[in-house]
């Protein structure tokens, strides 16, 4: 089984709906992040977290929103979708007690916002 | 603001050659700085890291350099293989909460 799991791995809807991506492991590692990808754009990082209890911006957090119910799952909300908000969404995990600090990712969601 | 930058975004290469991949920033220090693999559709995958402290890193046919006085960081891939085809991303990290990448260069390594 996948280590970094995130579900949908796709999903098309249309302006103004709310969607939630999932996202769970079982890495056990404390940190868990959300990026968006877009062509020629590289990775943004919309929020992070690094306990159940610390929450983060990251550099692109407008229109987004967060929950970490458990050390395993952290959800991403897009509260009334948009279309510039159709990117490729990818869920990361670290373990602050590791050298590298290196980051897990999952296979991604490719979210369509019509 | 902090930026990177990477060489270019798409490199073509012939089998067995070297191939270097550039990344720059500008306005931060970072402590460490991490090299990715990503293939298309999938999760970054990560590869290596050096710490501002080393001058070189090795990992089979990998090898890493970081020249903080430049602010930059070359990844070189010897003995290129098609299968080495990929987009790669550079991660300069600071002790701060930075988890930013750059926006990767495509290699082509053709057969």
């Known amino acids: 089984d996948a280590d970094v799991t995130q579900t949908p791995r796709n999903r098309i809807t249309k302006t103004g709906k709310r969607i939630m991506l999932e996202c769970s492991q079982t890495?056990?590692?404390?940190?868990m992040y959300w990026y968006r990808q877009d062509p020629g754009l590289g990775l943004q990082l919309i929020y992070y977290?690094?306990?159940?209890?610390?929450?983060n911006k990251g550099e692109i957090s407008d229109g987004y929103s967060v929950s970490r119910q458990a050390q395993a799952k952290f959800s991403l909300s897009l509260e009334s979708a948009i279309p510039n908000q159709t990117a490729l969404y990818f869920c990361?995990?670290?373990?602050?007690?590791?050298?590298?600090?290196?980051?897990?990712f999952g296979p991604g969601t490719r979210l369509t916002v019509l | 603001s902090q930026k990177i930058e990477q060489n270019s975004e798409a490199l073509n290469i012939q089998e067995g050659k070297t191939a270097t991949l550039t990344c720059n920033y500008t306005?931060?220090?970072?402590?460490?700085l991490q090299w990715y693999r990503q293939d298309p559709g999938r999760g970054p995958v990560f590869l290596l890291l050096?710490?501002?402290?080393?001058k070189e890193k090795r990992k089979e046919r990998l090898k890493v350099t970081f020249e903080t006085t430049l602010k930059q960081s070359l990844f070189h891939i010897t003995a290129s293989q098609p299968a080495d085809s990929a987009t790669y991303l550079c991660?300069?990290?600071?002790?701060?909460?930075?988890?930013?990448f750059g926006p990767g260069t495509r290699l082509s390594v053709l057969p």
């Open positions: 890495k056990g590692h404390d940190r």
């Open positions: 990361a995990t670290s373990d602050a007690r590791t050298p590298d600090n290196e980051q897990f």
């Open positions: 306005n931060y220090s970072p402590a460490y």
């Open positions: 050096i710490r501002e402290n080393e």
């Open positions: 977290s690094f306990d159940v209890k610390d929450i």
């Open positions: 991660a300069p990290r600071g002790y701060g909460q930075n988890f930013v």
